[in-house]
């Protein structure tokens, strides 16, 4: 299989990261090209104990760090959409590590490879970026749980992170009523609560009355994954790891495009 058969697949989302990375698409792009070129002319090789997508996005670092760094500062950039304001506030290994998993879905041992670092520097990279999100996306939450002390939990994540709740509900009726009296910029949500009634149904009706970003932290994953919607893009399956809550929150308030708005 030829050099550019391999990587086609992968040349889209390279490009996507290399403009969330640069804050400008003809930046990324350039680099991109830069990259590829290298590769033709046999100048860099594809590292063979990667898999060809990590071992791509390795090799636009190794280009992007050694010509590109001077642009870390963002001066001079474009940044066109809010995210893309945001992410270049962000230190900037952090924003790599965050982008790398947070957009790209890479695990952190992989955006450790693609880095060259170890996986613990990824995670310690990935929490900076989450603590400058947090502070600057901090916002108003509806927990909708019915159990006590989960619903405690969560409250206890969701303070740590600077955010505030406003609302917890144990039904649907509770929650609709919540919403209504104040509009929460995160909803954090259970599939099955105390009256018997439906987490789903209740984030479809506040859905229906405002675009929110929306996270379901569930013991019953599997009747989100039917292909109808809304589908979910965050979904968490109890018992959860207090990261992985944290990581959700932080992703869904920065790539949501009602929090993009509101923090324009």
């Not at 190794?62 to 995210?83: F, Y």
């Amino acid at each position: 299989m030829s050099l550019l058969a391999r990587l086609a697949p992968h040349l889209p989302y390279v490009r996507r990261y290399a403009r969330a990375l640069t804050g400008d698409q003809g930046t990324g792009d350039n680099y991109v090209r830069v990259a590829l070129e290298a590769l033709a002319a046999g100048e860099r090789q594809l590292p063979t104990d990667m898999t060809p997508r990590v071992a791509l996005y390795h090799v636009f670092h190794t280009i992007w760090s050694s010509t590109g760094a001077h642009l870390e500062d963002g001066s001079g950039l474009e940044v066109g959409d809010d995210a893309s304001r945001r992410l270049m506030r962000i230190a900037p290994r952090s924003r790599q590590a965050f982008l790398l998993t947070a957009l790209e879905g890479f695990t952190p041992s992989e955006a450790a490879q693609i880095l060259s670092v170890d996986p613990r520097t990824v995670e310690r990279l990935i929490a900076e970026a989450q603590a400058d999100i947090d502070a600057e996306l901090a916002t108003d939450v509806l927990i909708i749980e019915d159990e006590a002390i989960i619903s405690a939990d969560i409250e206890s994540l969701v303070k740590e992170l600077g955010h505030r709740v406003t609302g917890t509900a144990t039904t649907h009726d509770e929650a609709v009523d919540a919403v209504t009296r104040h509009r929460p910029g995160l909803v954090l949500a259970d599939i099955q609560l105390a009256d018997g009634s439906s987490g789903i149904d209740a984030v479809k009706d506040i859905l229906k009355r405002f675009d929110v970003p929306v996270i379901f932290i569930t013991a019953f994953p599997e009747r989100l994954l039917t292909g109808e919607r809304p589908e979910p893009t965050f979904l968490i399956t109890k018992p959860f790891q207090p990261e992985t809550v944290k990581a959700a929150i932080s992703q869904a308030l920065f790539f949501h495009p009602s929090r993009q708005k509101q923090a324009a």
